[in-house]
């Protein structure tokens, strides 16, 4: 599968955006999805992730009640929509994913994915 992140961009604090992952190639609902960023100086960290049925989410502490994850499986896009963005939101974010023959199941470590996107910046300023 090839994965394809978009939506970023530039915007203030307390603003939202919904960054989407569109995936091409084998069929998409094989996937686990997941987001990950990256912020300047700092290693790639978790965000996000949802299971093949989308029945299952996951997220980091800090964008919990914030950031949704959701996807569409017929439209073979992964979403990431995230409300009140804090500066510290800033980085480049990744969607991954990860083949899979649970489909209740998600991941949460980097290494457990075996494609990635080319990322999408988000920058929030204060």
């Known amino acids: 599968v090839q994965l394809q992140a978009f939506g970023g961009g530039l915007v203030q604090a307390g603003a939202s955006l919904r960054l989407s992952c569109a995936a091409s190639?084998?069929?998409?609902?094989?996937?686990?999805m997941g987001w990950f960023r990256q912020a300047p100086g700092k290693e790639r960290e978790f965000v996000a992730t949802?299971?093949?049925?989308?029945?299952?989410?996951y997220y980091t502490d800090s964008v919990k009640g914030r950031f949704t994850i959701s996807r569409d499986n017929a439209k073979n896009t992964a979403y990431l929509q995230m409300n009140s963005l804090k500066p510290e939101d800033t980085a480049v974010y990744y969607c991954?994913?990860?083949?899979?023959?649970?489909?209740?199941?998600?991941?949460?470590?980097?290494?457990?994915?075996?494609?990635w996107g080319q990322g999408t910046q988000v920058t929030v300023s204060s």
């Open positions: 991954a994913a990860r083949d899979s023959i649970y489909t209740g199941h998600y991941y949460y470590n980097a290494y457990e994915y075996e494609r």
């Open positions: 190639g084998r069929p998409f609902s094989f996937y686990v």
């Open positions: 949802i299971s093949r049925s989308g029945g299952s989410t």
